[in-house]
């Protein structure tokens, strides 16, 4: 199937070109951004060989609906979406860092805990908690936001210390997380699903602080289904999710955690078939709307025609 590997467009009025690891990022005047959602996929901090057909739509049109959900709490940077794997929205000089949130011990912080570290981020976590507990809240623990190579745990004390966000900004940050969070969870849980964790990314404009990239997507989430999750965790069974997660543990079973020395597996084509389905599932879990997949024959001309029509009324 045709998939976005790549993108190499030249709009109206283009200034810079940003390649990211699962977006390409068009400035327009210095003010707008295109952004184009590729069906390239990352984990570990790597770009997987294959590229996941749809996956780009599906980032996109979530993205697009959770940020128009929120939008009350804080403004975010998204203008339109004119193409279904294209969003336009104003350029924001981000803060260099993730603030990631978690409700519950999985994934990474999980990783940590399994190793016997009692502190994440600065937050200490209790001891008696085992993989996938729900935390008694959600913990903040942000990551700097590498140009290159791997993201690093950094605490909030390190942020305001080094100057990366002033304190100010940084107390703001973590109200609209964990706001943002909240709602984040009654929308999830309103579809049967809960909202384990998530980072949000925010940036400025003219002095006000934006939201600003994708939130609550399978890229940059974690779903748990709420159906079975207590009788799950109280068996030591692994919860049955929606994420990204199930290809970091496909690359682990296949010796593949980013390490040095290590080498991507190949990805078969039916293993890229399940998780462009698995990205289509969740979209349909959490909207309650059927997955409508745009015409792939000619995904380029396709959205250089979307962008050009829509950046001639800008």
């Keep these: 199937m045709n998939a976005i590997k790549e993108s190499k467009f030249e709009f109206p009025n283009q200034t810079a070109v940003y390649n990211g690891k699962v977006r ?12 184009v959602a590729s069906d390239r996929i990352s984990a570990f901090d790597y770009i997987l060989p294959k590229a996941i057909p749809y996956k780009g739509q599906v980032l996109n049109q979530l993205a697009a609906k959770f940020l128009k959900a929120t ?18 929205g104003h350029k924001c000089e981000p803060f260099k860092i993730e603030m990631v949130i978690r409700g519950y011990m999985a994934g990474h912080a999980a990783r940590e805990y399994k190793a016997g570290r009692r502190i994440l981020c600065g937050v200490a976590l209790p001891e008696g908690l085992k993989e ?4 008694a809240e959600p913990i903040i623990t942000p990551a700097t936001k590498a140009e290159e190579g791997h993201d690093e745990d950094i605490s909030r004390e390190e942020i305001i210390a080094q100057g990366i966000v002033s304190e100010e900004d940084y107390l703001l940050l973590e109200k609209y997380t964990r706001e943002l969070f909240q709602r984040g969870t009654e929308i999830a849980a309103e579809r049967g699903l809960i909202l384990v964790d998530t980072k949000y990314e925010f940036g400025k404009k003219n002095g006000q602080i934006y939201l600003i990239d994708e939130i609550h997507t399978p890229d940059s989430s974690r779903y748990f289904y709420a159906d079975g999750y207590a009788e799950r965790q109280a068996a030591d069974e692994k919860q049955k999710q929606l994420s990204k997660e199930f290809v970091r543990e496909w690359l682990i079973a296949n010796d593949f955690q980013g390490l040095d020395g290590q080498t991507i597996p190949d990805m078969p084509n039916d293993f890229v078939e399940l998780v462009s389905n698995r990205y289509i599932e969740l979209y349909e879990k959490i909207t309650g709307e059927n997955f409508v997949k745009a015409d792939v024959s000619d995904i380029h001309a396709r959205i250089e025609e979307n962008v050009k029509g829509f950046l001639q009324s800008v």
């Design 24 to 35: 390409d990022v068009y400035t327009i005047n210095n003010d707008h951004i295109v952004i």
């Design 71 to 88: 939008e009350d709490i804080v403004q975010n940077w998204l203008v339109d979406t004119p193409d279904p794997s294209v969003a336009v």
């Design 132 to 135: 996938n507990d729900k935390f």
